[in-house]
Protein backbone atom coordinates (compact mmCIF):
# COMPACT_ATOMS: atom_id res chain seq x y z
CA UNK A 1 0.00 0.00 0.00
CA UNK A 2 1.30 3.34 -0.83
CA UNK A 3 1.22 6.05 1.17
CA UNK A 4 2.73 8.86 3.22
CA UNK A 5 3.73 7.89 6.92
CA UNK A 6 3.87 10.62 9.18
CA UNK A 7 5.15 9.78 12.96
CA UNK A 8 4.75 12.08 15.58
CA UNK A 9 7.62 14.13 17.56
CA UNK A 10 8.19 12.30 21.43
CA UNK A 11 7.13 14.40 23.85
CA UNK A 12 9.96 15.65 26.58
CA UNK A 13 10.49 13.40 29.75
CA UNK A 14 8.26 14.34 32.57
CA UNK A 15 9.21 13.46 36.17
CA UNK A 16 6.53 11.53 36.83
CA UNK A 17 8.33 8.61 35.45
CA UNK A 18 10.61 9.03 38.63
CA UNK A 19 8.87 6.85 40.88
CA UNK A 20 8.44 4.08 38.02
CA UNK A 21 12.40 4.20 37.83
CA UNK A 22 12.82 3.68 41.20
CA UNK A 23 10.39 0.79 41.49
CA UNK A 24 12.71 -1.58 39.46
CA UNK A 25 16.18 -0.09 40.98
CA UNK A 26 14.66 -0.81 43.98
CA UNK A 27 12.80 -4.39 43.71
CA UNK A 28 11.02 -5.69 46.80
CA UNK A 29 13.24 -2.92 48.67
CA UNK A 30 16.08 -4.12 47.52
CA UNK A 31 18.53 -2.71 45.25
CA UNK A 32 18.28 -4.14 42.16
CA UNK A 33 21.14 -5.91 40.14
CA UNK A 34 23.11 -3.14 37.86
CA UNK A 35 22.02 -5.35 34.57
CA UNK A 36 17.77 -5.42 36.03
CA UNK A 37 16.57 -1.66 35.51
CA UNK A 38 15.01 0.70 33.51
CA UNK A 39 15.99 3.75 32.51
CA UNK A 40 15.74 6.63 29.93
CA UNK A 41 18.22 7.17 27.58
CA UNK A 42 17.74 10.07 25.27
CA UNK A 43 14.29 10.49 26.26
CA UNK A 44 13.71 6.72 25.20
CA UNK A 45 12.82 4.31 28.01
CA UNK A 46 14.98 1.04 27.70
CA UNK A 47 15.13 -2.04 29.89
CA UNK A 48 17.80 -4.13 31.41
CA UNK A 49 18.05 -7.84 31.90
CA UNK A 50 21.12 -10.32 32.90
CA UNK A 51 22.95 -8.15 29.64
CA UNK A 52 19.85 -7.85 27.13
CA UNK A 53 18.78 -4.73 25.99
CA UNK A 54 15.08 -4.10 25.68
CA UNK A 55 13.39 -1.95 23.41
CA UNK A 56 9.72 -1.02 22.00
CA UNK A 57 8.09 -0.67 18.68
CA UNK A 58 4.52 -0.34 17.81
CA UNK A 59 2.73 -1.94 15.32
CA UNK A 60 -0.77 0.15 14.47
CA UNK A 61 -4.43 -1.63 14.53
CA UNK A 62 -6.72 0.50 11.95
CA UNK A 63 -10.25 0.62 12.66
CA UNK A 64 -11.72 -0.63 9.78
CA UNK A 65 -14.54 1.33 9.13
CA UNK A 66 -12.65 4.73 9.11
CA UNK A 67 -8.91 2.97 8.62
CA UNK A 68 -7.76 5.16 11.41
CA UNK A 69 -4.83 4.07 14.02
CA UNK A 70 -6.69 4.02 17.16
CA UNK A 71 -4.41 1.19 18.90
CA UNK A 72 -0.79 0.28 18.77
CA UNK A 73 0.29 -2.98 19.59
CA UNK A 74 3.66 -3.33 21.71
CA UNK A 75 6.58 -5.20 20.67
CA UNK A 76 9.82 -6.29 21.92
CA UNK A 77 12.87 -5.90 20.28
CA UNK A 78 15.90 -7.19 22.33
CA UNK A 79 19.76 -7.40 22.28
CA UNK A 80 22.74 -9.25 23.21
CA UNK A 81 25.44 -7.90 25.35
CA UNK A 82 27.81 -7.69 21.80
CA UNK A 83 24.47 -5.54 20.08
CA UNK A 84 23.35 -9.03 18.39
CA UNK A 85 19.58 -9.14 17.49
CA UNK A 86 18.21 -11.28 20.24
CA UNK A 87 14.27 -12.65 19.46
CA UNK A 88 11.23 -11.80 21.53
CA UNK A 89 10.64 -15.96 22.53
CA UNK A 90 14.48 -16.17 23.35
CA UNK A 91 14.48 -13.24 25.56
CA UNK A 92 11.53 -14.36 27.61
CA UNK A 93 13.57 -17.28 28.27
CA UNK A 94 15.92 -15.56 30.11
CA UNK A 95 13.82 -14.81 33.49
CA UNK A 96 14.12 -18.76 34.89
CA UNK A 97 12.44 -18.52 38.69
CA UNK A 98 9.19 -17.08 39.53
CA UNK A 99 9.87 -13.28 40.51
CA UNK A 100 12.22 -13.24 37.70
CA UNK A 101 9.20 -14.13 35.42
CA UNK A 102 7.06 -11.34 36.78
CA UNK A 103 10.24 -8.82 37.10
CA UNK A 104 11.04 -9.14 33.43
CA UNK A 105 7.44 -9.26 32.66
CA UNK A 106 6.55 -5.71 34.42
CA UNK A 107 9.62 -4.53 32.95
CA UNK A 108 9.06 -4.94 29.23
CA UNK A 109 5.26 -3.88 29.91
CA UNK A 110 6.19 -0.73 31.56
CA UNK A 111 9.48 -0.41 28.83
CA UNK A 112 6.27 -0.34 26.34
CA UNK A 113 4.31 2.21 27.88
CA UNK A 114 6.74 4.87 28.50
CA UNK A 115 7.54 4.90 25.05
CA UNK A 116 3.48 4.95 24.30
CA UNK A 117 2.21 7.97 26.91
CA UNK A 118 5.38 10.01 25.43
CA UNK A 119 3.80 9.90 21.90
CA UNK A 120 -0.29 8.94 22.25
CA UNK A 121 -3.52 10.93 22.81
CA UNK A 122 -5.85 10.17 25.53
CA UNK A 123 -8.22 7.91 23.56
CA UNK A 124 -5.60 5.94 22.13
CA UNK A 125 -5.44 2.29 23.11
CA UNK A 126 -2.41 0.17 23.55
CA UNK A 127 -1.98 -3.55 23.61
CA UNK A 128 0.17 -5.50 25.40
CA UNK A 129 1.44 -9.13 25.64
CA UNK A 130 1.59 -10.98 28.43
CA UNK A 131 3.45 -13.64 29.60
CA UNK A 132 1.56 -16.60 30.16
CA UNK A 133 3.90 -17.95 32.87
CA UNK A 134 3.16 -14.48 34.60
CA UNK A 135 -0.42 -15.19 34.78
CA UNK A 136 0.11 -18.36 36.92
CA UNK A 137 2.62 -16.78 39.09
CA UNK A 138 0.89 -14.12 40.44
CA UNK A 139 -1.40 -15.18 43.05
CA UNK A 140 -5.38 -15.04 42.96
CA UNK A 141 -7.18 -11.95 42.92
CA UNK A 142 -4.06 -9.96 42.32
CA UNK A 143 -3.59 -10.02 38.63
CA UNK A 144 -3.46 -6.23 37.68
CA UNK A 145 -3.14 -4.71 41.19
CA UNK A 146 1.19 -4.10 40.53
CA UNK A 147 0.55 -3.07 37.07
CA UNK A 148 -2.11 -0.87 38.06
CA UNK A 149 0.09 1.29 40.48
CA UNK A 150 3.08 1.15 37.66
CA UNK A 151 0.49 2.86 35.47
CA UNK A 152 -0.45 5.77 37.88
CA UNK A 153 3.32 6.63 37.47
CA UNK A 154 2.49 6.78 33.85
CA UNK A 155 -0.85 8.80 33.38
CA UNK A 156 -1.99 5.54 31.79
CA UNK A 157 -5.37 3.80 32.91
CA UNK A 158 -6.11 0.37 32.61
CA UNK A 159 -9.29 0.88 31.00
CA UNK A 160 -6.52 2.29 27.74
CA UNK A 161 -5.07 -0.84 28.24
CA UNK A 162 -5.77 -4.28 26.21
CA UNK A 163 -3.76 -7.51 27.74
CA UNK A 164 -3.65 -9.59 24.67
CA UNK A 165 -2.88 -13.48 25.45
CA UNK A 166 -2.43 -16.75 23.91
CA UNK A 167 -5.20 -18.78 25.47
CA UNK A 168 -4.02 -21.95 23.47
CA UNK A 169 -0.47 -22.19 25.63
CA UNK A 170 -1.83 -22.06 28.95
CA UNK A 171 -3.57 -25.33 30.23
CA UNK A 172 -4.67 -24.40 33.11
CA UNK A 173 -8.01 -22.82 32.40
CA UNK A 174 -9.24 -22.32 35.79
CA UNK A 175 -6.62 -19.89 36.62
CA UNK A 176 -7.05 -18.63 33.11
CA UNK A 177 -10.07 -17.49 33.78
CA UNK A 178 -9.82 -16.13 37.36
CA UNK A 179 -6.48 -14.02 36.03
CA UNK A 180 -8.65 -12.64 32.82
CA UNK A 181 -11.67 -11.83 35.55
CA UNK A 182 -9.34 -10.37 37.63
CA UNK A 183 -7.74 -7.99 35.11
CA UNK A 184 -11.42 -6.90 34.10
CA UNK A 185 -12.74 -6.16 37.09
CA UNK A 186 -9.74 -3.32 37.23
CA UNK A 187 -11.09 -2.16 33.89
CA UNK A 188 -7.92 -3.87 31.63
CA UNK A 189 -9.94 -5.38 28.71
CA UNK A 190 -8.47 -8.34 27.05
CA UNK A 191 -7.96 -9.75 23.59
CA UNK A 192 -7.48 -13.44 22.74
CA UNK A 193 -4.25 -13.86 20.59
CA UNK A 194 -3.38 -16.02 17.83
CA UNK A 195 -7.24 -17.56 17.58
CA UNK A 196 -7.47 -20.59 15.07
CA UNK A 197 -4.17 -22.22 15.69
CA UNK A 198 -2.87 -24.82 17.83
CA UNK A 199 -5.57 -25.88 19.92
CA UNK A 200 -7.83 -22.35 19.92
CA UNK A 201 -11.28 -23.67 20.76
CA UNK A 202 -14.65 -21.81 21.05
CA UNK A 203 -15.61 -22.67 24.71
CA UNK A 204 -12.41 -21.40 26.17
CA UNK A 205 -14.03 -18.01 24.29
CA UNK A 206 -17.44 -18.51 26.09
CA UNK A 207 -15.38 -18.54 29.49
CA UNK A 208 -13.20 -15.68 29.44
CA UNK A 209 -15.24 -13.57 27.84
CA UNK A 210 -12.56 -11.37 26.04
CA UNK A 211 -13.45 -7.97 24.32
CA UNK A 212 -11.12 -8.63 21.62
CA UNK A 213 -10.08 -11.53 19.74
CA UNK A 214 -7.57 -11.16 17.39
CA UNK A 215 -7.54 -13.97 13.97
CA UNK A 216 -4.45 -15.78 13.74
CA UNK A 217 -2.95 -14.90 10.27
CA UNK A 218 -3.10 -18.90 8.83
CA UNK A 219 -6.62 -18.13 8.64
CA UNK A 220 -6.26 -15.48 6.18
CA UNK A 221 -3.66 -16.92 4.27
CA UNK A 222 -5.28 -20.34 3.67
CA UNK A 223 -8.75 -18.50 2.60
CA UNK A 224 -6.87 -17.30 0.24
CA UNK A 225 -6.07 -20.53 -1.08
CA UNK A 226 -8.94 -22.95 0.09
CA UNK A 227 -12.04 -22.45 -0.81
CA UNK A 228 -13.97 -23.29 1.90
CA UNK A 229 -11.40 -21.95 4.56
CA UNK A 230 -13.13 -18.82 2.42
CA UNK A 231 -16.75 -19.49 3.02
CA UNK A 232 -15.67 -20.38 7.22
CA UNK A 233 -13.91 -17.19 7.80
CA UNK A 234 -16.63 -14.70 7.61
CA UNK A 235 -18.87 -17.10 9.58
CA UNK A 236 -15.82 -17.27 12.24
CA UNK A 237 -16.22 -13.81 12.57
CA UNK A 238 -19.77 -13.44 12.58
CA UNK A 239 -20.06 -16.34 15.42
CA UNK A 240 -17.48 -13.97 17.21
CA UNK A 241 -19.76 -10.60 17.60
CA UNK A 242 -22.05 -13.10 18.39
CA UNK A 243 -20.14 -13.90 21.69
CA UNK A 244 -20.09 -10.07 21.77
CA UNK A 245 -16.31 -9.98 21.20
CA UNK A 246 -14.70 -7.43 18.45
CA UNK A 247 -12.65 -9.33 15.94
CA UNK A 248 -8.92 -8.04 14.79
CA UNK A 249 -7.41 -9.62 11.64
CA UNK A 250 -3.80 -9.69 11.85
CA UNK A 251 -0.70 -10.09 9.61
CA UNK A 252 -2.61 -9.10 6.67
CA UNK A 253 0.17 -8.42 3.62
CA UNK A 254 -1.46 -8.00 0.63
CA UNK A 255 -4.27 -6.21 -1.07
CA UNK A 256 -6.38 -9.20 -2.04
CA UNK A 257 -5.92 -10.05 2.23
CA UNK A 258 -7.11 -6.68 2.77
CA UNK A 259 -10.29 -6.44 0.68
CA UNK A 260 -11.31 -9.90 2.04
CA UNK A 261 -10.60 -8.76 5.46
CA UNK A 262 -12.47 -5.86 5.31
CA UNK A 263 -15.82 -7.87 2.90
CA UNK A 264 -15.89 -10.30 6.06
CA UNK A 265 -16.89 -7.83 8.39
CA UNK A 266 -13.53 -7.19 11.13
CA UNK A 267 -13.47 -4.70 13.20
CA UNK A 268 -9.77 -4.17 13.36
CA UNK A 269 -7.28 -4.85 10.85
CA UNK A 270 -3.11 -5.02 10.96
CA UNK A 271 -0.13 -5.83 9.52
CA UNK A 272 2.89 -5.40 6.95
CA UNK A 273 0.45 -3.70 4.08
CA UNK A 274 -0.42 -1.16 6.34
CA UNK A 275 2.89 -0.57 8.82
CA UNK A 276 5.69 -2.19 9.82
CA UNK A 277 6.35 -2.05 13.58
CA UNK A 278 8.46 1.46 14.44
CA UNK A 279 9.41 3.09 17.91
CA UNK A 280 7.48 5.79 16.52
CA UNK A 281 3.73 6.01 16.15
CA UNK A 282 2.10 7.44 13.45
CA UNK A 283 -0.31 10.30 12.66
CA UNK A 284 -3.38 9.82 13.46
CA UNK A 285 -4.84 11.00 10.53
CA UNK A 286 -7.22 8.49 8.45
CA UNK A 287 -5.06 5.82 6.15
CA UNK A 288 -5.83 6.22 2.55
CA UNK A 289 -4.53 3.72 0.09
CA UNK A 290 -3.44 5.22 -3.31
CA UNK A 291 -2.31 2.01 -5.06
CA UNK A 292 -0.33 -0.77 -4.03
Known amino acids: MNMNVIFRRRKPVATRFDRLLAYFDQWHGCPADAQRQLNLDNEIAVGQFDGLQLHSVFQPLFQARTMCPIAYEALLRAQGPGGEVVSPEHAFAYPMTSEEIIYFDRLC ?3 HVVNFVRQANPKEILFLNIDGRQLLNVGGGTHG ?16 VVLEIVESRIDDLGRLVEAVSDYQQRGYRVAIDDFGCQ ?11 PEFVKLDRSLIVQSMVNPRAKVIF ?15 CEGIETTEQHQFAMSSGVDFVQGFYYAMPQPALLDPDPLVATGS
Open 199 to 209: DSNFDRLWQLS
Open 145 to 160: SAFETLLTYCGLKPTQ
Open 234 to 248: PKLVEIIHDLGAEVV
Open 109 to 111: RMV
